[in-house]
């Protein structure tokens, strides 16, 4: 019996309206996964699907359809059905009790056993379908699984530890079948980079259908989701929508989203930029996430060794260089040092931070080279002095927070030249003239420098061309009490470095014939009207020192 056929004349479904069970007739949305699903079937691969989906358009119905069917008829297999919270795995293990009660009578396999978790059809079929809560750490990890749904995956408590565990239940091997699908839950994590990385390889091979296949399921494919528009309502059609479509949105806006288009495009996209974007309120705009990406390359890859700049044969843990120094150019360097920090606090697993150095060209206001990754802390000041010297003795700092003074003293070491100095204000009393070497983040000047990148990534002012850079960007966002912060499980190393070294070329002078390169203060540096001083260094150059401040932990970026 066809499939189709099969869910149409042997499943039952509640409506949505409720009322008399009706067949599982597939919709719009459903056919579209099942297409996908049989692609790979045909192609003697296993079955990799990740949907992003619109709320309620029966992807979850159709897929537990699809393998209820298929622990019907084929002996000894197992289904994992997961979903992030006890309701909703609650919620699509009835399906399957439904399905099976209301099969016909001739038809329905006997069980062994039947509970609120598992349902296990009778020798010699003994097909099973286990339902678990993806809170669970381990889930599956004792057993093996032909079928896995995994629902609302972006909304996992844990995604990376849970899914780990769950992969290894799974074999790699044509008709084993695995779906994953979700509502977006941000930009980044587990689920949008998976999407990402599927969507990519599509576009680079599309007659490859190994490995994921990405499904988006708009709200527009369910032809429930119109609204007939009252007599003398005047309604602004959207372009792409029916008048019926538009008032429908309208009014689910007003109605149960409290007035939210983001929240309304998060729980119902029109396309997965809309979705992840919107949910995801990320600090730096699609649009400058798109040109940067569009612009990334690779650079050549280097370390400072024997006296001089050799190539090196790795990529983590050296310098990616995309321009070597101009002669007459000036340039910052700037350091974000790792402290161990784990990217997931709750998830002993993730990532640590890393070191990054940023290399910026101030006449070309250019990312020319890039240090990232996890050497020693004394080694990373070695490399920096390094670049900082190779860049015609670029102006350099370290950030001081942290380990930061390590590297602070390879430079002191060094008898370096250009190390920047932070300026203390005038309502500061001090009757000591103690150089504040190195740049310090603080809560007081945290924002400007995460206004001050956003506003020159808005405006295309500065180039960049590293893919991981631009990553970081993508999962920078603003929490829910406004802070911009890496997600969790994510980095922000890099932009840090960046931040850092924007903020040296906004408040250092273009022009140093009269500047004593033992010493930095803005005071000394800055001669306003001389015509050579950047915009922004002319509107103080004070960093906001505050002693309240300096020994404080609320200026990690995340």
């Not at 007459?328 to 990217?343: Q, R």
């Not at 803005?522 to 906001?544: K, N, V």
């Amino acid at each position: 019996m066809h499939r189709l056929e099969f869910m149409a004349t042997r499943l039952m479904i509640e409506p949505k309206e409720g009322g008399k069970l009706v067949p599982l007739i597939p919709n719009e949305a459903q056919c579209r996964v099942f297409a996908a699903m049989q692609d790979q079937i045909d192609a003697g691969l296993p079955v990799k699907i990740i949907v992003l989906k619109a709320r309620q358009l029966g992807c979850t119905t159709g897929v537990a359809g699809w393998f209820f069917m298929d622990c019907l008829y084929k002996p000894n297999m197992n289904a994992l059905i997961a979903a992030h919270n006890d309701d909703a795995t609650s919620g699509i293990y009835r399906k399957y009790q439904r399905f099976h009660k209301n099969m016909p009578i001739k038809e329905r396999p006997s069980t062994d056993y039947s509970s609120r978790k598992e349902l296990v059809f009778s020798a010699p079929h003994g097909s099973r379908i286990w339902v678990q809560t993806a809170g669970t750490l381990s889930l599956g990890r004792s057993d093996t699984f032909q079928y896995a749904h995994l629902s609302e995956v972006a909304w996992w408590p844990h995604p990376s530890i849970t899914m780990n565990s769950v992969q290894q239940a799974i074999p790699d091997a044509p008709g084993i079948c695995q779906i994953w699908e979700s509502t977006a839950n941000g930009f980044g994590g587990l689920f949008c980079d998976t999407w990402q990385r599927a969507v990519e390889h599509r576009e680079k091979y599309p007659d490859n259908l190994d490995g994921f296949t990405p499904v988006f399921l708009p709200w527009t494919l369910d032809t429930a989701y119109t609204r007939q528009v009252p007599r003398g309502v005047e309604v602004e059609q959207i372009e792409g929508l029916t008048l019926e479509q538009s008032y429908w949105r309208e009014r689910t806006i007003a109605e149960k989203c409290d007035g939210d288009v983001d929240l309304f495009m998060q729980e119902y996209p029109i396309t997965p930029d809309e979705a992840f974007r919107t949910s995801g309120r990320q600090v730096f705009g699609t649009g400058a996430i798109k040109h940067y990406r569009a612009g990334c390359k690779a650079g050549t890859y280097h370390v400072f060794a024997g006296g001089g700049l050799q190539l090196a044969h790795r990529k983590s843990n050296c310098w990616q260089i995309w321009n070597k120094p101009q002669k007459h150019s000036k340039y910052v360097l700037a350091a974000d040092v790792m402290e161990g920090l784990l990217a997931d606090p709750v998830d002993p697993q993730s990532d640590p931070d890393y070191h990054a150095g940023v290399v910026f060209n101030r006449h070309t206001l250019a990312v020319d080279a890039l240090w990232h990754g996890r050497c020693d802390t004394i080694e990373f000041g070695q490399q920096m002095v390094e670049a900082a010297k190779y860049y015609n003795v670029a102006w350099a700092t370290p950030e001081l927070n942290g380990p930061g003074l390590a590297v602070l003293n390879e430079f002191k070491k060094a008898d370096y030249p250009r190390i920047y100095q932070r300026q203390k204000p005038d309502e500061y009393p001090s009757d000591e003239e103690v150089a504040q070497y190195a740049w310090r983040t603080t809560r007081l000047n945290r924002p400007l420098m995460v206004s001050d990148l956003v506003w020159a990534l808005s405006q295309r002012n500065i180039k960049i061309w590293s893919g991981l850079m631009v990553d970081e960007m993508k999962t920078f966002i603003r929490d829910k009490l406004g802070k911009a912060v890496h997600m969790v499980g994510k980095h922000d190393d890099t932009l840090l470095a960046l931040m850092i070294a924007l903020q040296l070329h906004l408040r250092l002078p273009m022009n140093e014939g009269s500047l004593d390169v033992e010493s930095t203060f803005e005071q000394d540096a800055i001669q306003p009207g001389s015509g050579t001083t950047p915009s922004y260094a002319l509107a103080g150059g004070c960093d906001d020192f505050d002693p309240s401040a300096e020994d404080s932990n609320d200026w990690e970026m995340g």
